[in-house]
């Protein structure tokens, strides 16, 4: 009954137009007030020592260098680099774009920065070669979703601080699952490209490739020091945050010059309020997940989902399904930030590899933001392609299809995600 009345006014704050973050710090700590759970000294040093985190530090960090490739004018580089690649091959310009969103994945680990800092570029690219303008967005919105999964990916970060997962073996574990979700976007592309006709780009010569390589060599090495350093056990997932950091604002300062001083630091000032916000959230997300733990609800939520099915695949199914739904009407954050002891204990429960599940649910999740009613991906391309909302929806079903049957081969066959990170002796 406690968890019941919680969700409700959960939602019913949520409905109003709350914050999502004092949503669940108010149900939560109502609750627990009403019911003398825990005092308000105890609720408050809970929120504190929830952000009192080495790993949790990766967050931040990983963000500012994010904002910081994005203001450095980064993608702009491994575009052309990409383009001498795959530009020949039938849909060129749409391989070049999936193929930037993988190498960018590597860098900044966020959707929506791939789509905010390179998207327009991208669509315009594609337009100027013949491309229909529907294609071209819904292959940039599609394209953008690999960067949750591909390491680094914040919401690895995220799932593994409220889970207690090893955060570098979910960073890890996405890297093969992103690879598929790439080659399978580029087969829509091929097919799509060679259905419509659009045109064939002439094939890059050796000496065009050995420039493009080097002038974006620097990029290039960012994603290689990274997942080199976190699977030889170098560094922790926390450090390599510090050390993506520091890397992407030499390369911006020094080897490309297109970052200055003044717009670092706007940078600097517009990362630590956005990420202060996430963090805020995640403080809020412990008391909400204290109510939740001391009224067993992820017990018996588990225990429910077990009463169902005594197949561990049909339940995986039902869990997806219900995923899934959660994902087209909440944003991801909130989502992993209210179910994530749930979810925690459901992976335990039913005897799955915790990696496996949690590249499982990051994968599902990320589906939400390109389907609508709240897919921001969805509708931040839209506008930059200045095309109506049917027209998005429609040209990028194809790719949704395509990300759903990519999320049951990762459901039904582990060892996609598992083998790097058992090779690497990570889990």
């Known amino acids: 009954m406690i968890g019941a009345v919680m969700f409700f006014l959960l939602i019913g704050l949520m409905f109003i137009g709350v914050p999502i973050a004092f ?14 759970t825990a005092t308000p000294v105890a609720i408050t040093t809970r929120a504190v020592n929830s952000l009192d985190s080495f790993t949790t530090m990766a967050i931040p960090f990983f963000m500012m260098a994010s904002s910081i490739l994005s203001g450095s004018n980064v993608g702009v580089k491994i575009f052309r680099f990409a383009g001498t690649l795959v530009r020949h091959l039938w849909g060129g310009l749409a391989h070049v774009n999936v193929l930037t969103s993988m190498i960018m994945a590597g860098m900044s680990g966020s959707a929506v920065s791939d789509v905010s800092g ?36 914040t919401s690895a970060v995220l799932y593994g601080s409220i889970t207690g997962v ?30 419509r006709g659009y045109p064939l780009q002439p094939k890059a010569s050796g000496r065009e490739i050995w420039i493009s390589f080097k002038d974006s060599f620097a990029a290039l090495m960012m994603p290689v020091i990274l997942i080199s350093g976190i699977l030889s056990g170098y560094f922790t997932p ?25 717009k670092l630091f706007k940078i600097l000032m ?21 109510v939740l733990t001391h009224n067993q609800i992820p017990t018996k939520l ?26 087209m009407l909440m944003e991801g954050n909130a989502i992993y930030m209210i179910m994530g002891p749930i979810l925690g204990m459901m992976a335990v429960e039913l005897g799955c590899h915790p990696i496996h599940f949690g590249i499982m649910v990051i994968f599902n999740l990320t589906l939400g933001l390109i389907t609508p009613p709240v897919g921001l991906c969805l509708f931040l391309t ?45 889990c």
């Open 270 to 290: 517009d990362t630590s309020v956005f990420a202060g916000a996430t963090l805020f959230v995640l403080s809020m997300a412990s008391i909400f997940g204290l």
């Open 302 to 327: 588990t225990a429910f989902f077990l009463s169902l099915s005594d197949n561990k695949y049909i339940i995986l199914f039902l869990i997806n399904i219900l995923l899934l739904i959660l994902g």
């Open 166 to 195: 090893s955060i570098g073996a979910l960073l890890i574990g996405g890297l093969v699952p992103g690879i598929l979700m790439g080659i399978l976007q580029m087969i829509i592309c091929w097919f799509t490209s060679k259905k």
């Open 382 to 426: 839209q506008k930059v392609a200045k095309i109506t909302t049917a027209q998005m929806i429609k040209s990028i079903m194809p790719f949704v299809i395509m990300m759903i049957i990519c999320l049951f081969i990762i459901t039904y066959f582990p060892p996609i995600v598992t083998w790097l990170p058992t090779l690497f002796k990570l």
């Open 23 to 36: 949503s669940m710090g108010l149900s939560a700590i109502i609750m627990l007030l009403i019911n003398a």
């Open 238 to 262: 926390t450090e390599g945050a510090c050390v993506a950091t520091v890397y992407s604002i030499l390369i911006g300062l020094f080897v490309y010059r297109t970052l200055t001083l003044k």
């Open 118 to 153: 390179i998207g327009r570029m991208e669509i315009d690219a594609m337009e100027e070669a013949g491309y229909d303008t529907d294609f071209s967005a819904a292959v940039t919105a599609a394209s953008s979703t690999i960067a949750p999964i591909i390491p680094p990916s």
